[in-house]
């Protein structure tokens, strides 16, 4: 692994000049995590752009896609996995059914019951975006050995379940 200076560390130096009164540690980690999800967003728009989806569209799709066999859940579970207000998710799902990608069908465990089910169609498109997903993000993490990934994973999983706990 090279330490090699990079903008982040031209920033900090920066700010050192100027304020060297503050504590700038934060910056050394969480403006590289803002610079790579830049970097992480352009990956996935490209990745999206095949099958011609939008970020919240794959999202949504893919929310249905890994709920298993019958691809199909309840408006609520679509609400709690992608984190929106009900009134935004059906927004969504509409245009989602206007493009072919879900239906809406009857819950048979609910006579009142919607599910929102993936057709044909959206399981094409959401295999198609993740498989280009993945391959953008694996080259966006080759420079860092298996072991190195893990271990970023958990140092992140740690510090997204601090924030997320400190923020509610």
Known sequence: MTNQPDEVDQLIADWQRERPDLDLS?????SRVSRLA?????????AFSNPELELWEFDVLAALRRSGKNYALTPSSLISENLVTSGTM????????ERGLVVRQSDPNDGRGVLVKLTAEGKKSVDQAISALVEIESNLLKSLPKSEQKQLADLLRVLTSSVATNQD
């Open 26 to 30: 934060p910056l050394q980690v969480l």
């Open 38 to 46: 830049r970097h992480l967003e352009i990956g996935r728009r490209k």
């Open 90 to 97: 059906t927004n969504r799902v509409d245009r989602l059914v």
